[in-house]
C-alpha cells in the first residue's frame, strides 16, 4: 500500500537521524565535560548574580558548604538554592552581638549591617539588591501578619527571598547554557553530515524506489528500538561506546544499499543538483540537532502505527476538557 510504504520510508529516514543525533548527544556531552562548560556557566550566572563583585564571589565558592560541592578540585556545575542563601547570608550578616543577642540577627539589624559595610566589603550594586531583597521581606512579613521582630522568622523568609532570586537566575542560566548546546549540536551534526554525505533528499529517493532496502532498513530500525544505547554522559568509555556503534550501523547501512559517503555514483551532482545536496544535507542537520530523545519518540510512535496498521489512541480526556470542545 502506498501509505504503508510512506510509513517505512519515514522509519528508515527517523533511524538514520536518530542514529546520527545520538552520536552528536554524545560528542556535545564529551566536550561539556571537557571543557567544564556546566561549571563555568554557572560560574557566570552567579558572577551576574552578585553585580560581578569578585571579593564576594571568591569568598562564596570558597564557603565550606559549597567548597563541599567541588569534585577533585572542580569547580561545583550545581549548588542548590538554599546553600547559596545560607553561604552568602553567613558572609554578609554577622553570626552573634554579644551585647544583644535577641537583637543580633533581626531584619533591622542586618539591614543596618549591611547598608553600613563598605565598599572593599561589597559592591554598591549588590549591596543595593540585598537592601531590596530586605525590604520586600520586610513587606512579605507584614502583609502576613508575622512580627518583623523575631529573629527566627525574619531570618527564614529572607533565606526564602535569597532562594527565589537565586532561582530565578538560575532559570536564565540554563537557557544560556541551552542555547552553547544547541549551537554545539548544530555544529557536530552539521560536521557529520556533511564529512558522511548523508543527504536526506537522496536517502528518501532511495527508500521510495527500492521496496527491498525500504524493508531491510525498517527491521534494523526496529531491532534499534528495541535495544539500549550508551548513556551520553560526557564519559569517554560511554561516548567511545556511541562512536563503535555509529560508526558500526553506518557500515551497516552503506552495506545495504543507503547512499552514505562520497564515493558512491552520484554523491557529487552537477551543476543546480548541488543545490538539492546541500539542502539535503542541512535538512539532516537540522533534524539531528532536534536530538535523540525527540528522534527515538518519533520512531516509537511510527513503528507503532506500522505494527498495528493504525494510529495509537489519543489520551481520554477529562470530562472538562470535553466540554471545552
Known amino acids: 500500500m502506498f501509505g504503508s510504504s510512506m510509513i517505512e520510508v519515514a522509519i528508515g529516514v527517523i533511524f538514520i537521524y536518530l542514529s546520527l543525533s545520538l552520536v552528536c548527544t554524545a560528542a556535545n556531552e564529551l566536550i561539556a565535560s571537557l571543557t567544564k562548560w556546566r561549571a563555568k556557566t554557572l560560574a557566570e550566572g552567579i558572577r551576574n548574580l552578585l553585580q ?130 544547541q549551537v554545539l549540536t548544530f555544529g557536530l551534526a552539521l560536521l557529520f553530515t556533511c564529512v558522511l554525505n548523508v543527504d536526506t533528499v537522496s536517502i528518501t529517493r532511495s527508500l521510495s524506489n527500492d521496496s527491498t532496502l525500504r ?62 545536496k546541500i539542502l539535503g544535507l542541512l535538512l539532516t542537520a537540522g533534524a539531528a540537532s532536534l536530538g535523540a530523545p525527540f528522534w527515538f519518540d518519533i520512531l516509537n510512535k511510527f513503528v507503532s502505527v506500522r505494527s498495528t496498521g493504525k494510529a495509537p489512541e489519543e489520551t481520554p480526556k477529562s470530562p472538562k476538557e470535553e466540554t471545552k470542545h
Open 52 to 181: 560581578y563583585d569578585k571579593g564576594m564571589e571568591h569568598q562564596l565558592y570558597n564557603h565550606p558548604l559549597v567548597r563541599g560541592l567541588y569534585r577533585k578540585g572542580k569547580m561545583p556545575s550545581y549548588i542548590p538554592s538554599r546553600t547559596f542563601a545560607i553561604a552568602l547570608m553567613d558572609i554578609v550578616i554577622p553570626h552573634h552581638d554579644p551585647e544583644n543577642p535577641d537583637r543580633s540577627r533581626t531584619l533591622d539589624k542586618i539591614r543596618d549591617v549591611v547598608g553600613r559595610l563598605t565598599d572593599d566589603r561589597i559592591s554598591k550594586d549588590l549591596k543595593e539588591v540585598l537592601l531590596v531583597l530586605m525590604n520586600e521581606t520586610e513587606s512579605n512579613l507584614i502583609e502576613s501578619g508575622l512580627d518583623i521582630k523575631k529573629t527566627e522568622t525574619a531570618l527564614n523568609k529572607l533565606r526564602e527571598n535569597i532562594e527565589i532570586w537565586f532561582n530565578n537566575s538560575m532559570e536564565r542560566v540554563s537557557g544560556w547554557y541551552k542555547r552553547k548546546i
Open 215 to 276: 524493508a531491510a532498513l525498517v527491521t534494523i530500525a526496529e531491532k534499534s528500538n528495541r535495544k539500549s544505547f550508551p548513556p551520553a554522559d560526557g564519559n569517554k568509555a560511554n561516548t567511545g561506546a556511541a562512536f563503535k556503534e555509529f560508526k558500526k550501523e553506518i557500515a551497516e547501512l552503506q552495506q545495504l544499499g543507503i547512499p552514505l559517503g562520497w564515493n558512491i555514483p552520484g554523491s557529487k551532482p552537477a551543476g543546480w543538483g548541488w543545490l538539492t
